[in-house]
């Protein structure tokens, strides 16, 4: 136990040493010269060549920027509750955040990936994982905006997600913790082969990209950290890192790093698909959310699902394999040719790729060195393909260009890797300011990189920015990778803790973008489509509002016959049929957001007036010349007067 603590202490003062900046920052590198300016200056009016979808970390949301230019255009609320877009506020996306546990407005969001045909990126839809309370999010990329959340069961902390395989037919949500299956009460030292980890493959829609959890997969009670799909060669093949193939529950940074090897999970997808198919697995009660919003209603339901399809991996002979992978895997990344696959062993001096080729011929030869919980366990030796020899400190994440290299981040040692694949050697390396996690080169996870720049994110910026108080912005750093050497070319800061980002050229998506929402095909059940319709309904204690906006006054302008104690909805419908004007709204004391509603589009906001008088509602986005003339009244009378429930516009009310 001492030596083991010793060495524990020994390996954070090698990563304390690694992290502090002092010396580094001194080196200002020159990267700022002038052709690196200019390959990062986008002009003015001009657009930028990639998507950059970020992931927001414990801000919870998904941020896009431009690329090279590290513009940042939207943040894109996904799980956590929005003001500026009334995500999570309105009563249309309030179901969004509906969870098993009840409304949660939060997660920690960190794995984009972009859906794919024929494994190359086709900028339909973006994928991304709530880490805490497991949740899977998909953005639709003509809109920028989050459709669906499905909740995940049998699951804590869905980290090796959201990754899709090659023809979105699955996107993959692996635990990181294992937990009770079903949860029960019981004592956290009978952890070991009690716990077990669910893989849970949800289907997409090839259509709509509807999600719906084809099966999961319950494994040994291991930590599930990363994953990647299979693609070509390989497709029908996920892989997923494991940690804590000691199953300690317990001082998890000494007890968890007992192992020289842990595993990389080898799963059969197809196998476990058909094995599914032709009704295998068992139902098991569950509790799910399944949030969709719907762009016909411009509304969100939430459903809760009470059944869950188990596999148990036993009863699928050859579909599932363990590849012994040393020290801690975190990563697990497949290159574009699918023969590859690469552990980034965080507490390993050497980078360990496997070959897939040499796994297939080792199963068919039944060449197992042993079983963990029943699951084969193949030779180190003959999965091998190749070993990065002492490539740097801490492997993380590694990418592909697409034109046979590799770039590894290294954690300690705070630097992008270049190495080649097949040959293994180092071609390049670049330090990052500091400490970098994940990297992204825009199509990275397909079979088709765009192998132009590297996008590495930093987990410290200390002395990179003007000081902001104690919390330094978080940042990202851009390297030109279409020479033989990488160039650093830009430092931005991003929004949240980033994790991965996925990219794509813009042209994939541009030309989808929506423009507006088309007022006849508005079905939302509280739409007013003219002015003429619109009205004030009392029913007991509710009143609903149905107004509409367009430049720039509110119909009804005046409201009366509101009274202390009801409930007030506003059923707003923007109707402007232009690109780029929404209006606003909000009224003082609303226990909510203001609005932000799109051309053609009804959001409904709820009032609860506590107090008598007469007060004013405005647009809150400056939409025309007169944007500050787009306001009106409510007056507010005692919950026992009978003033009368009276509207107008442009008239008085007597
Ligand atoms: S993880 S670096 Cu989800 Cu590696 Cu963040
Ligand atoms: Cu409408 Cu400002």
Redesign the pocket.
């Known amino acids: 136990m001492r030596n083991i603590l010793k060495s524990t202490v020994a390996l954070l003062s090698v990563l304390v040493a690694f992290t502090s900046c002092d010396t580094a920052s001194k080196s200002n590198s020159g990267a700022l010269s002038s052709s690196a300016a200019e390959k990062v200056y986008v002009a003015p009016g001009e657009h930028d060549e990639f998507y950059a979808f970020i992931s927001g970390g414990f801000s919870g949301q998904l941020s896009v920027y431009g690329l090279p230019s590290g513009r940042l255009f939207k943040v894109i609320p996904v799980f956590s509750l929005d003001a500026e877009k009334a995500y999570g506020y309105n009563e249309e996306t309030k179901p969004m955040l509906n969870t098993s546990h009840g409304f949660v407005p939060w997660d920690d969001s ?2 984009p990936d972009i859906s794919q045909t024929n494994g190359e990126i086709d900028g339909r839809w973006v994928f991304i994982n709530g880490n805490n309370t497991p949740r899977i999010a998909k953005i639709d990329l003509s809109t920028f905006e989050t459709t669906e959340i499905i909740e995940v069961p049998n699951s804590a902390g869905n ?1 090796s997600s959201s990754f899709v395989t090659e023809n979105s037919e699955y996107v993959v949500a692996g635990t990181r913790f294992s937990i009770p299956i079903p949860q029960k009460d019981m004592p956290i030292k009978d952890y070991k082969s009690n716990f077990k980890g669910a893989l849970s493959f949800i289907s997409i829609d090839p259509k709509h990209g509807h999600m719906d959890i084809k099966f999961q997969l319950i494994m040994p009670g291991f930590d599930y950290d ?1 994953s990647h799909p299979g693609r070509g060669k390989s497709h029908g093949w996920f892989f997923f890192t494991t940690y804590n193939t000691e199953e300690a529950s317990t001082l998890l940074e000494v007890n968890a790093s007992q192992n020289d090897k842990d595993f990389i999970a080898a799963v059969n997808w197809k196998k476990i698909e058909d094995y599914v198919n032709n009704g295998g697995g068992t139902m098991m009660p569950a509790n799910y959310a399944h949030n969709v919003y719907d762009e016909a209603t411009h509304s969100a339901t939430s459903t809760m699902k009470k059944e869950v399809r188990v596999v148990n991996p036993l009863d699928v002979p050859g579909a599932v394999y363990f590849l012994p992978t040393p020290k801690s895997p ?2 697990c990344d497949v290159d574009p040719s699918g023969e590859y696959i690469v552990g980034n062993g965080k507490l390993s001096a050497n980078l360990t790729v496997h070959s897939f080729t040499k796994m297939l011929a080792a199963i068919e030869n039944n060449k197992v060195a042993g079983d963990a919980y029943g699951i084969p366990i193949l030779n180190f030796e003959d999965v091998l393909a190749g070993v990065v020899e002492q490539p740097g400190l801490g492997p ?2 590694t990418e592909f260009d697409g034109k046979g290299n590799a770039y590894t981040t290294f954690f300690i040692s705070s630097e992008v890797v270049k190495w080649k694949l097949g040959t293994w050697e180092v071609v390049d390396r670049q330090p990052c300011f500091y400490s970098v ?2 990297l992204m080169i825009p199509g990275g996870n397909s079979q088709k990189p765009f192998g132009k720049y590297v996008l590495a994110m930093n987990k410290i910026t200390k002395d990179r920015y003007l000081p902001t108080g104690p919390e330094v912005t978080q940042s990202a750093q851009l390297y030109d990778i279409s020479g033989e050497k990488m160039e650093l070319l830009l430092d931005f800061p991003t929004v949240g803790e980033p ?2 980002a996925a990219g794509c050229p813009a042209d994939l998506i541009k030309p989808r973008s929506k423009k507006l929402f088309k007022l006849e095909d508005n079905k939302h059940p509280y739409a007013t489509l003219n002015e003429a319709d619109t009205k004030v309904v009392r029913d007991g204690k509710t009143v609903h509002i149905y107004m509409t906006t367009i430049r720039s006054h509110f119909a009804p302008d005046n409201i009366e016959g509101v009274k202390v104690g009801d409930k007030v909805y506003f059923h707003i419908t923007n109707l402007e049929q232009d690109y780029d004007v929404p209006h606003g709204v909000s009224i003082i004391g609303a226990n909510t957001s203001e609005l932000l509603i799109m051309p053609g589009q009804t959001e409904t906001f709820l009032w609860e007036p506590k107090q008598i008088g007469v007060w004013p509602f405005y647009c809150t986005d400056f939409c025309s010349a007169l944007h500050q003339e787009m306001q009106g009244y409510v007056r507010v009378s005692p919950a026992n007067s009978n003033t009368p429930l009276k509207w107008s516009l442009g008239e008085d009310i007597e």
């Open positions: 960190h794995h980290h990363l975190h990563g993380l994440h996690g994940h994790h991965y």
